[in-house]
């Protein structure tokens, strides 16, 4: 057990089991096998995780056996990003070598990006015309279709073909490894889309990708910090003037993926640059959730009226945007600063600061964290703390109440029942996968079966079809699953290591079978319930479930005799 790489914390929540060949953590729900680990702590993708691993160890491995439709996928992807590497080229060979490339270069030098910084993020150019790609795309044998999907090109109905970017500067988008996934364009004069992206394709995603981030990682890691700003140029000039540990969204507000790949990149320390303060309020209070996931806390740095990074440091120099960085003030209390600016200490004013903060607090999940802002806001504008707690409460009801109703349609009336047995079933697949000796028992009393929950019924058919080394169980299952959510379901239930005893386990199946049948017993009560009260409704989901029920019984019996 030790403190989690996955998530700040300073109790530790990471469990690992070394016979399973497992971990999970507890605080933030990551769980997998010995390459789901490598792969997140990595940021790299299986194939090349399992080709780490093997290195080490010093294990050759054999012709990769993939099923043809994964083969399809992998060779896709590659084809992608060869393509994306050779437009990269034809870009940034006409941004440094060509002619047409003076209009740019001049763009450039205006804007104060040197050639030495172009030329470590690869910048490049493209003129004005309609098929420069295209045409030049067709000299290196690329097929149309491929071009089409890497969204380079375009297309309405398959006859002609024009370029996406046309007469922009071209910012490439790497990968950790990078790899090239898409391109950025910027238009040298006023028109309009002053931006274009690549769209989504299937190596593009902008809310996992940051810009940037590919060259300045090691600058991240090193200073434990990052600035995340919201352009290109804004990047580039910081990084110029010797702030580089820095990234760029991708015209979008940052994600849950991206904090994580910053957060396993080994950054600790999160600061958001804004230009304004309507700008700076609105993505704080979009962040919170975000960074509250991840138990981080994170800064804003909103820069003085009328400059944004880009000319903020120009103005200034790195010294005073890293002094400024320094002080940059936590999401709540920047939050509760500018309410406090905008409504002021009156009456009125301190009603609606309390009002203005209500759906912020609300979201701090960790309620020390939670106690210690309201604390920190009954304080700036003195009022009392009880009565700050009473309002924020009083909102916090809203939100939770609401799924609750809207769940609550016919169909959905067991659903207190069902948690009733959710703990037994969870601990009865947890000792299947932690004790094998009594797999047979539960194949015999086919408590499977039964099981309330699908997912659990999933997985626990899957532990009676296992064939393997019951000690490769776990990480074999999890290496077998389609999703992060299963495999942390798996990890969850597989990391324990408590000294199971036959005796309980056969208790433990007998009671969860003995109370399913009493359910039996008290459905049947409902129906007479539901009969006597005429809620036909409620009487056709309790017959249904019944009749469900004996099924199940009959099969049993049925199995029994065979
Ligand atoms: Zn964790």
């Given at each position: 057990?030790?403190?989690?790489?996955?998530?700040?914390?300073?109790?530790?929540?990471?469990?690992?089991?070394?016979?399973?060949?497992?971990?999970?953590?507890?605080?933030?729900?990551?769980?997998?096998?010995?390459?789901?680990?490598?792969?997140?702590?990595?940021?790299?993708?299986?194939?090349?995780?399992?080709?780490?691993?093997?290195?080490?160890?010093?294990i050759t491995i054999p012709e990769p056996e993939m099923s043809p439709s994964a083969k399809r996928v992998e060779s896709e992807r590659e084809t992608l990003f060869s393509v994306n590497k050779i437009a990269m080229g034809y870009f940034r060979n006409i941004l440094f070598e060509s002619p047409q490339g003076e209009v740019a270069r001049n763009?450039?030098?205006?804007?104060?990006?040197?050639?030495?910084?172009?030329?470590?993020?690869?910048?490049?150019?493209?003129?004005?015309?309609?098929?420069?790609?295209?045409?030049?795309?067709?000299?290196?044998?690329?097929?149309?279709?491929?071009?089409?999907?890497?969204?380079?090109?375009?297309?309405?109905?398959?006859?002609?073909?024009?370029?996406?970017?046309?007469?922009?500067?071209?910012?490439?988008?790497?990968?950790?490894?990078?790899?090239?996934?898409?391109?950025?364009?910027?238009?040298?004069?006023?028109?309009?889309?002053?931006?274009?992206?690549?769209?989504?394709?299937?190596?593009?995603?902008?809310?996992?990708?940051?810009?940037?981030?590919?060259?300045?990682?090691?600058?991240?890691?090193?200073?434990?910090?990052?600035?995340?700003v919201e352009g290109y140029f804004d990047l580039l000039s910081l990084y110029m003037c010797g702030v580089e540990h820095v990234v760029a969204t991708l015209g979008t507000a940052i994600t849950q993926d991206h904090v994580r790949m910053l957060s396993r990149g080994g950054v600790k320390r999160f600061v958001l640059v804004y230009d304004s303060?309507?700008?700076?309020?609105?993505?704080?209070?979009?962040?919170?959730?975000?960074?509250?996931?991840?138990?981080?806390?994170?800064?804003?740095?909103?820069?003085?009226?009328?400059?944004?990074?880009?000319?903020?440091?120009?103005?200034?120099?790195?010294?005073?945007?890293?002094?400024?960085?320094?002080?940059?003030?936590?999401?709540?209390?920047?939050?509760?600063?500018?309410?406090?600016?905008?409504?002021?200490l009156s009456i009125e004013g301190r009603i609606r600061i309390i009002e203005a903060m209500k759906e912020p607090l609300q979201v701090v999940g960790d309620p020390i964290a939670r106690s210690l802002y309201i604390r920190e806001l009954s304080h700036r504008i003195g009022v009392d703390e009880k009565a700050v707690i009473e309002k924020i409460?009083?909102?916090?009801?809203?939100?939770?109440?609401?799924?609750?109703?809207?769940?609550?349609?016919?169909?959905?009336?067991?659903?207190?029942?069902?948690?009733?047995?959710?703990?037994?079933?969870?601990?009865?697949?947890?000792?299947?996968?932690?004790?094998?000796?009594?797999?047979?028992?539960?194949?015999?009393?086919?408590?499977?079966?039964?099981?309330?929950?699908?997912?659990?019924?999933?997985?626990?058919?899957?532990?009676?079809?296992?064939?393997?080394?019951?000690?490769?169980?776990?990480?074999?299952?999890?290496?077998?699953?389609?999703?992060?959510?299963?495999?942390?379901?798996?990890?969850?239930?597989?990391?324990?290591?408590?000294?199971?005893?036959?005796?309980?386990?056969?208790?433990?199946?007998?009671?969860?079978?003995?109370?399913?049948?009493?359910?039996?017993?008290?459905?049947?009560?409902?129906?007479?319930?539901?009969?006597?009260?005429?809620?036909?409704?409620?009487?056709?989901?309790?017959?249904?479930?019944?009749?469900?029920?004996?099924?199940?019984?009959?099969?049993?019996?049925?199995?029994?005799?065979?």
């Amino acid at each position: 057990m030790g403190l989690c790489p996955f998530h700040s914390e300073k109790t530790p929540s990471f469990h690992v089991n070394p016979q399973r060949g497992i971990f999970h953590c507890f605080g933030c729900g990551l769980g997998g096998n010995v390459f789901s680990f490598v792969m997140k702590r990595e940021g790299i993708p299986f194939p090349e995780a399992v080709r780490m691993m093997a290195d080490r160890y010093g294990i050759t491995i054999p012709e990769p056996e993939m099923s043809p439709s994964a083969k399809r996928v992998e060779s896709e992807r590659e084809t992608l990003f060869s393509v994306n590497k050779i437009a990269m080229g034809y870009f940034r060979n006409i941004l440094f070598e060509s002619p047409q490339g003076e209009v740019a270069r001049n763009y450039l030098k205006n804007r104060g990006i040197n050639g030495a910084i172009a030329d470590t993020f690869d910048l490049g150019y493209v003129p004005e015309g309609w098929d420069h790609l295209v045409r030049f795309l067709d000299t290196q044998k690329v097929p149309r279709g491929v071009a089409e999907k890497s969204g380079l090109i375009v297309t309405k109905n398959k006859e002609r073909y024009y370029d996406r970017f046309r007469n922009r500067i071209i910012f490439p988008i790497l990968d950790l490894s990078r790899r090239v996934i898409g391109f950025g364009g910027r238009v040298l004069d006023d028109s309009l889309p002053k931006y274009l992206n690549s769209p989504e394709t299937p190596i593009y995603n902008k809310s996992k990708s940051l810009y940037g981030f590919g060259k300045t990682k090691q600058a991240c890691r090193q200073a434990g910090t990052v600035h995340i700003v919201e352009g290109y140029f804004d990047l580039l000039s910081l990084y110029m003037c010797g702030v580089e540990h820095v990234v760029a969204t991708l015209g979008t507000a940052i994600t849950q993926d991206h904090v994580r790949m910053l957060s396993r990149g080994g950054v600790k320390r999160f600061v958001l640059v804004y230009d304004s303060d309507d700008a700076g309020i609105k993505a704080a209070e979009r962040s919170i959730p975000v960074f509250q996931k991840e138990f981080i806390s994170a800064n804003i740095l909103v820069l003085p009226k009328g400059h944004d990074p880009d000319s903020f440091i120009r103005e200034f120099g790195a010294e005073q945007f890293l002094n400024a960085s320094t002080k940059a003030m936590g999401i709540i209390p920047f939050l509760l600063e500018t309410a406090v600016k905008q409504y002021g200490l009156s009456i009125e004013g301190r009603i609606r600061i309390i009002e203005a903060m209500k759906e912020p607090l609300q979201v701090v999940g960790d309620p020390i964290a939670r106690s210690l802002y309201i604390r920190e806001l009954s304080h700036r504008i003195g009022v009392d703390e009880k009565a700050v707690i009473e309002k924020i409460k009083e909102q916090s009801d809203g939100p939770i109440r609401i799924p609750a109703i809207s769940q609550a349609v016919p169909g959905n009336k067991t659903a207190p029942r069902q948690s009733r047995y959710s703990e037994m079933e969870k601990q009865i697949v947890s000792m299947m996968l932690q004790f094998p000796e009594i797999i047979s028992e539960c194949r015999d009393s086919q408590v499977v079966d039964y099981l309330e929950s699908e997912s659990l019924k999933a997985l626990g058919r899957k532990i009676l079809d296992y064939q393997g080394e019951p000690e490769d169980m776990a990480s074999v299952l999890i290496a077998q699953s389609a999703t992060d959510r299963e495999r942390q379901m798996i990890s969850s239930l597989a990391i324990g290591d408590i000294p199971w005893l036959h005796k309980n386990c056969v208790n433990l199946i007998h009671h969860y079978m003995g109370n399913r049948k009493k359910n039996e017993d008290s459905l049947s009560e409902q129906i007479r319930m539901a009969e006597e009260s005429k809620d036909h409704e409620l009487l056709l989901k309790l017959m249904h479930e019944k009749n469900n029920y004996s099924k199940l019984m009959k099969k049993k019996v049925h199995t029994r005799k065979r």
